[in-house]
């Protein structure tokens, strides 16, 4: 099996735990489908883990690791397709709305 194939199985059964609440199990599958978006040099894809990475981080509290995770997902976005396009956008309102999140905890 490809590189890319297990990297797409992995992201979907990733996030098909998170939504399961299956948290643990969610956060291994992404991490390795991001060692190997890694691997393979693929800015785009690694963008793609590392914002659902962040996702994950937010649901079980971890709003530092969720920060960082949606930070480095920016990153690797504008490096793989430049700034403004679709998936920065997203994964820039995914920051945004962490940032509520926390700011509204702290009020």
């Known amino acids: 099996m490809s590189g890319l194939k297990k990297l797409g199985i992995l992201n979907r059964e990733g996030m098909k735990a998170c939504n399961q609440g299956r948290l643990e199990d969610a956060m291994f599958q992404l991490v390795q489908a991001g060692l190997i978006a890694k691997k393979m040099d693929s800015p785009l894809h690694e963008a793609k883990v590392r914002n659902n990475i962040g996702l994950v ?15 480095l997902a920016q990153h690797f976005a504008v490096k793989g397709a430049g700034k403004g396009n679709s998936l920065e956008k997203t994964i820039s309102r995914n920051l945004n709305r962490l ?3 926390v700011d509204g905890r702290a009020a």
Do not use: V
């Not at 981080?57 to 930070?71: C, E, I």
């Open 57 to 71: 981080h937010q649901l079980t509290g971890d709003f530092d690791g969720a920060r960082a995770s949606f930070r």
């Open 99 to 101: 940032e509520r999140t």
